[in-house]
């Protein structure tokens, strides 16, 4: 059975900006994350917007993105009751269901989240509907668990909240296909119950209008595992922040990226993976293309290794590969270490265009300038795709990367 | 019948502000069917010789010519040079992630052949050819070159050029890093194709650079050419290896340098 249903129908407009629900909700409460340490990778949490300013050109966090093209998503743009539909198929052994009001409030910030942006934290305060996806725990479900976000109307700005939660011991591969036009402020929770085995991936493939400041955070359980995959392609400005915590030892994290920016398009992911429990794991690898006048990428990795994080295993990659004149991609990977106690934290970065002893050695066989870029550029994703897991994923992404290489003329 | 004709081939590597000259008149000429050997100490610009044949950027050739059954390759693509009838079999194959090996032999099979090979008939060919160089089907799923160990890359090189089946075969110290049991199986794909393509009418050409003798006594060569500094120094037959194994390059050199 599929259903669609139009998020936020119960939301008034006067919602926006500060309501009165949001100033005695618990989540008003909690103010500051209490995790230890201070990290200089990391601003303050807090769910009150007051302590979030906002951001300008100056601003760390802020200064890759053109803040001009956000419609005032960033600062205070107010959210109104939208044309976004969430559309999915039922499946057996999860629940899939919009929980709104104050039953959707008591969702916000589930996965332990508070916000550490203005975006997000206005986003909580407006409480839109919450899309739950439910799997109980020790439940393995097969089948993936796909829902279709569909914007319709870039000229309002909407909010959305998606919670992604496996209970204990519970395995199951979601799905998240962003598309259509929208100017969206999107808050994406996951949370990873203790011993869980989560793969997820977000397809951002939205029409060329679409403004979206996303942000997804992951709570991994103890001695859970989450791939967490997020393929950009569509969109006028993307910027998805992804933020890690591990509740308790041995989680393990596999993140991988895709991105690729034609002339005028700015993608940016922002990643912080907050190494607190020992013996977890974290591996990223990001890659993206870019072609054409004025694409724009930024890819920001921030890990934090604290000082009782013993054991940790780290890697994190981010590669660019620029296809034309007139594209710039931004790649910075930072690491903080405080212990030495550890089993591997490195990171690399590359951003070039195409590597002339692939092109050489593909030519070398007869095969054509043209058709050895072509073949270099879908490897270049493949080694990400592959991984993913997901085969109708791996379909969808592979037909838009030819897509992508038609607009180049490969 | 295939002829490559090399006349006072010279070549300079350009690096960022300089260019230095590294072949300085090369002559050659391999005949269908012939197997010529080129030693040389390192240094002596081998690698060169056999870049600047299959058309590398990073070298640009001063003066000379060189043609292929009469055509001018010098004037050719990498690609079309490829589709003439040249192969290069390199000394470091290049990993290309993400691109399956299976992929790129079709790519480039249909690209030489002039049109995509039927489905079953080149899944068996290629199967074959993996069979008789000892090569792990799981190879073809696998990025081209990537995680092969050393003589995985060179097998896939033989492997690669069965299947193109080139007039000209170029192999770049093929042998070097090789264990016994690779080269013998290295070497044997050599031989077998050398057979076939005389059977077929279209005997290869094949131009065999080393450093070492020793592959030479399983790729029996009809001439050895010793290389220095950047030329054929002396040509003549098998008993010419024979020497420098016995002597190492020391005559040509005027310093002793182990062979």
Request: a negative charge; proline letters at 4%; aromatic letters at 6%.
């Given at each position: 059975?599929?259903?669609?249903?139009?998020?936020?129908?119960?939301?008034?407009?006067?919602?926006?900006?500060?309501?009165?629900?949001?100033?005695?909700?618990?989540?008003?409460?909690?103010?500051v994350?209490?995790?230890?340490?201070?990290?200089?990778?990391?601003?303050?949490?807090?769910?009150?917007?007051?302590?979030?300013?906002?951001?300008?050109?100056?601003?760390?966090?802020?200064?890759?993105?053109?803040?001009?093209?956000?419609?005032?998503?960033?600062?205070?743009?107010?959210f109104?009751?939208?044309?976004?539909?969430?559309?999915?198929?039922?499946?057996?052994?999860v629940?899939?269901?919009?929980?709104?009001?104050?039953?959707?409030?008591?969702?916000?910030?589930?996965?332990?989240?508070?916000?550490t942006?203005?975006v997000?934290?206005?986003?909580m305060?407006?409480?839109?509907?919450?899309?739950?996806?439910?799997?109980?725990?020790?439940?393995?479900?097969?089948?993936?668990?796909?829902?279709?976000?569909?914007?319709?109307?870039?000229s309002?700005?909407?909010?959305a909240?998606?919670?992604?939660?496996?209970?204990?011991?519970?395995?199951?591969?979601?799905?998240?296909?962003?598309q259509?036009?929208?100017?969206?402020?999107h808050?994406?929770?996951?949370?990873?119950?203790?011993?869980?085995?989560?793969?997820?991936?977000?397809?951002?493939?939205?029409?060329?209008?679409?403004?979206?400041?996303?942000?997804?955070?992951?709570?991994?359980?103890?001695?859970?595992?989450?791939?967490?995959?997020?393929?950009?392609f569509?969109?006028?400005?993307?910027?998805t922040a992804?933020?890690?915590d591990?509740?308790g030892?041995?989680?393990?994290?596999?993140?991988?990226?895709?991105?690729?920016?034609?002339?005028?398009?700015?993608?940016?992911?922002?990643?912080?993976?907050?190494?607190?429990?020992?013996?977890?794991?974290?591996?990223?690898?990001?890659?993206?293309?870019?072609?054409g006048?004025?694409?724009?990428?930024?890819?920001?990795?921030?890990?934090?290794?604290?000082?009782?994080?013993?054991?940790?295993?780290?890697?994190?990659?981010?590669?660019n590969?620029?296809?034309?004149?007139?594209?710039?991609?931004?790649?910075?990977?930072?690491?903080?270490?405080?212990?030495g106690?550890?089993?591997?934290?490195?990171?690399?970065?590359?951003?070039?265009?195409?590597?002339?002893?692939?092109?050489?050695?593909?030519?070398?066989?007869?095969?054509?300038?043209?058709?050895?870029?072509?073949?270099?550029?879908?490897?270049?994703?493949?080694?990400?795709?592959?991984k993913v897991?997901?085969?109708?994923?791996?379909?969808?992404?592979?037909d838009?990367?030819?897509?992508?290489?038609a607009?180049?003329?490969? | 019948?295939?002829?490559?004709?090399?006349?006072?081939?010279?070549?300079?590597?350009?690096?960022?502000?300089?260019?230095?000259?590294?072949?300085?008149?090369?002559?050659?000429?391999?005949?269908?069917?012939?197997?010529?050997?080129?030693?040389?100490?390192?240094g002596?610009?081998?690698?060169?010789?056999?870049?600047?044949?299959?058309?590398?950027?990073?070298?640009?050739?001063?003066?000379?010519?060189?043609l292929?059954?009469?055509?001018d390759?010098?004037?050719?693509?990498?690609?079309?040079?490829a589709?003439?009838?040249?192969?290069?079999?390199?000394?470091?194959?290049?990993?290309?992630?993400?691109?399956?090996?299976s992929?790129?032999?079709?790519t480039?099979?249909?690209?030489?052949?002039?049109?995509?090979?039927?489905?079953?008939?080149?899944?068996?060919?290629?199967?074959?050819?993996?069979?008789?160089?000892?090569?792990?089907?799981?190879?073809?799923?696998r990025?081209?070159?990537?995680?092969?160990?050393?003589?995985?890359?060179?097998r896939?090189?033989?492997?690669?050029?069965?299947?193109?089946?080139p007039?000209?075969?170029?192999?770049?110290?093929?042998?070097?890093?090789?264990?016994?049991?690779?080269?013998?199986?290295?070497s044997?794909?050599?031989?077998?194709?050398?057979?076939?393509?005389?059977?077929?009418g279209?005997?290869?050409?094949?131009?065999?650079?080393?450093?070492?003798?020793?592959?030479?006594?399983?790729?029996?060569?009809?001439f050895?050419?010793?290389?220095?500094?950047?030329?054929?120094?002396?040509?003549?037959?098998?008993?010419?290896?024979?020497?420098?194994?016995?002597?190492?390059?020391?005559?040509?050199?005027?310093?002793?340098?182990?062979?």
């Amino acid at each position: 059975m599929t259903t669609t249903q139009i998020l936020n129908p119960t939301a008034g407009p006067t919602l926006g900006g500060p309501n009165g629900l949001a100033a005695h909700s618990h989540v008003g409460g909690r103010t500051v994350r209490t995790s230890g340490v201070a990290s200089h990778l990391h601003p303050v949490a807090s769910s009150d917007v007051a302590d979030h300013p906002v951001p300008t050109s100056k601003s760390e966090l802020w200064k890759f993105a053109p803040l001009r093209r956000l419609r005032g998503l960033h600062a205070d743009a107010e959210f109104t009751v939208g044309a976004l539909t969430a559309t999915w198929d039922a499946i057996d052994g999860v629940d899939v269901r919009v929980v709104s009001g104050a039953a959707g409030r008591a969702l916000k910030g589930a996965s332990d989240y508070l916000p550490t942006d203005r975006v997000t934290a206005r986003l909580m305060e407006y409480n839109p509907d919450t899309l739950l996806i439910d799997v109980p725990a020790d439940s393995t479900i097969t089948e993936p668990v796909v829902v279709t976000i569909d914007g319709a109307d870039a000229s309002i700005a909407e909010a959305a909240h998606v919670l992604i939660r496996l209970g204990d011991h519970a395995t199951a591969t979601v799905v998240l296909k962003e598309q259509g036009s929208a100017t969206v402020a999107h808050l994406v929770e996951i949370l990873a119950g203790d011993g869980a085995n989560l793969n997820m991936a977000t397809i951002a493939d939205w029409a060329a209008d679409t403004v979206q400041l996303a942000h997804h955070h992951i709570s991994v359980g103890r001695d859970a595992k989450v791939k967490h995959s997020l393929l950009t392609f569509g969109g006028d400005v993307v910027r998805t922040a992804v933020d890690v915590d591990y509740r308790g030892p041995g989680g393990d994290l596999e993140m991988l990226g895709l991105y690729f920016a034609d002339a005028g398009q700015y993608l940016e992911h922002r990643i912080f993976i907050d190494h607190t429990p020992p013996n977890c794991r974290s591996e990223v690898l990001y890659k993206g293309a870019l072609q054409g006048d004025h694409a724009r990428t930024a890819w920001v990795g921030d890990v934090l290794i604290r000082a009782m994080a013993e054991g940790t295993d780290s890697y994190e990659m981010n590669r660019n590969l620029l296809l034309t004149d007139g594209a710039r991609a931004d790649s910075v990977p930072n690491l903080e270490i405080e212990t030495g106690e550890i089993i591997k934290a490195a990171h690399a970065s590359a951003t070039g265009r195409y590597d002339d002893d692939h092109l050489f050695y593909l030519q070398s066989r007869g095969i054509t300038p043209e058709m050895a870029k072509r073949l270099v550029v879908r490897g270049f994703f493949h080694e990400v795709l592959n991984k993913v897991g997901i085969s109708s994923v791996i379909d969808h992404i592979s037909d838009t990367v030819e897509r992508e290489l038609a607009i180049s003329g490969m | 019948m295939a002829k490559l004709e090399i006349s006072d081939l010279h070549v300079s590597v350009i690096t960022e502000d300089t260019s230095k000259e590294i072949l300085c008149g090369v002559n050659l000429t391999i005949d269908a069917g012939e197997t010529h050997a080129i030693m040389g100490p390192n240094g002596s610009g081998k690698s060169t010789l056999a870049y600047s044949l299959a058309g590398h950027p990073k070298y640009r050739v001063t003066s000379g010519t060189v043609l292929l059954d009469g055509a001018d390759v010098l004037s050719m693509t990498v690609d079309q040079r490829a589709r003439a009838g040249l192969f290069l079999a390199m000394q470091y194959p290049v990993e290309i992630p993400g691109v399956t090996t299976s992929n790129f032999l079709r790519t480039a099979a249909t690209a030489v052949r002039g049109q995509a090979p039927g489905v079953r008939q080149w899944l068996k060919e290629v199967k074959d050819e993996m069979e008789s160089l000892q090569m792990d089907p799981d190879f073809a799923q696998r990025s081209v070159n990537e995680g092969f160990s050393g003589g995985e890359k060179k097998r896939h090189e033989i492997l690669q050029m069965s299947l193109l089946k080139p007039k000209i075969a170029i192999l770049d110290e093929t042998d070097s890093g090789l264990d016994i049991d690779a080269l013998r199986v290295v070497s044997e794909g050599v031989n077998r194709y050398k057979a076939e393509s005389a059977a077929a009418g279209e005997a290869v050409g094949v131009l065999l650079i080393t450093h070492y003798t020793r592959i030479l006594r399983y790729i029996q060569p009809d001439f050895v050419h010793v290389f220095v500094a950047g030329q054929v120094a002396e040509s003549g037959g098998s008993e010419l290896a024979e020497e420098l194994e016995a002597d190492g390059y020391v005559r040509f050199t005027g310093q002793a340098v182990p062979a």
